[in-house]
């Protein structure tokens, strides 16, 4: 499901320039407008440029998420949030549904410099460690093992992960000989970006 909204470009700058730091204010009623009221031609014609525009927002994450920074779309601006993704052009936004029973957590590990973050951007979120193999351990607090791996980051320096909902847990990263654990969460008001994880 697909819900679309129109937004001056001063108000969609400043709720997607970046890495959200904070969770963004949610208008009356969502403030959302169905397709049909408010269509997105130029999201659609953003997402077209990539073969995304249709494509569940799963997909939508993955792709940009994984986009070489050299090839990242200037022109479009995409936030992680707990049950949406968030795409604007500055000038049109729309928001693709997130499955109901799947959060997508992104992490960027650091050993020296990090950002504060809260909503991952897709298209403007750099971290420090990019196009590294790393291994990662993601527990829940029931001690189940969701993720045990050994992954390479993207060239942004994240590395996304799709969790189950509402539950709490702990994820590990292993590097070049260093370690870093954070705890996280993935309820209604839980960030979805990690860039507390320092590997010492």
Not at 132 to 156: F, H, M, P, R, S
């Amino acid at each position: 499901m697909v819900r679309r909204l129109t937004v001056a470009v001063a108000g969609a700058a400043l709720l997607l320039a970046g890495c959200s730091t904070e969770p963004a204010p949610q208008a009356a009623g969502n403030g959302a407008a169905t397709a049909s009221e408010a269509p997105a031609s130029g999201v659609d014609a953003s997402l077209a440029a990539y073969d995304l525009d249709g494509r569940p927002a799963k997909d939508v994450i993955d792709e940009l998420d994984r986009l070489p920074v050299a090839e990242r779309p200037a022109d479009l601006m995409a936030s992680v949030r707990v049950d949406q993704l968030v795409v604007s052009t500055g000038q049109e936004e729309a928001a693709l549904e997130l499955p109901e029973d799947q959060f997508y957590l992104s992490v960027a590990p650091f050993v020296d410099q990090t950002h504060e973050c809260f909503y991952h951007s897709l298209t403007t979120c750099k971290g420090e460690l990019g196009g590294k193999d790393v291994e990662v351990t993601i527990v829940d607090d029931a001690g189940e093992v969701l993720v045990d791996e050994q992954t390479t980051t993207y060239d942004n320096g994240f590395v996304g992960f799709w969790l189950p909902r509402d539950i709490d847990g702990t994820l590990t990263v292993s590097y070049d000989g260093k370690v870093g654990e954070v705890d996280f969460s993935t309820r209604e008001d839980s960030p979805t970006c990690v860039t507390t994880l320092q590997l010492a």
